[in-house]
């Protein structure tokens, strides 16, 4: 129903900067909220942040202060613009999105992407 795309990640110096990038697409009427999620492999995937229909914004503590998250629900797009990155900001990043489908509602956890991997080293 919904395919959720992102880009940007890549290979970051420490200290450095990236856009991260999504783009839903499918039978969507509404966004109501997109996400960035990531996941370091053997841990539990965690909320970096998140925008509201209402543009209300939050951040995890630990990107809180380096990172800008923007959402252009009229284009169904979201971007995540991380500063001063960190070895431990190394993740696959996800997009999510909870939106009103022609069919319903999203489920509970939204819709996902594959995701995209940042990896922050020297």
């Known amino acids: 129903q919904v395919q959720l795309v992102e880009s940007g990640g890549g290979l970051v110096l420490p200290g450095g900067s990236l856009e991260l990038s999504c783009t839903a697409s499918?039978?969507?009427?509404?966004?109501?909220?997109m996400a960035w999620y990531r996941q370091i492999p053997g841990k539990v995937r965690e909320l970096v942040a998140a925008?509201?229909?209402?543009?209300?914004?939050t951040y995890s503590d630990s990107v809180k202060g380096r990172s800008t998250i923007v959402g252009d629900f009229s284009k169904n797009t979201m971007s995540l613009r991380m500063n001063g990155l960190k070895p431990e900001d190394t993740a696959v990043y996800y997009c999510?999105?909870?939106?009103?489908?022609?069919?319903?509602?999203?489920?509970?956890?939204?819709?996902w992407g594959e995701g995209t991997l940042v990896t922050v080293s020297s």
């Open positions: 999510n999105a909870h939106v009103q489908t022609k069919y319903g509602y999203s489920p509970p956890s939204g819709f």
């Open positions: 499918g039978s969507i009427v509404s966004i109501d909220a």
């Open positions: 925008v509201s229909s209402k543009q209300n914004t």
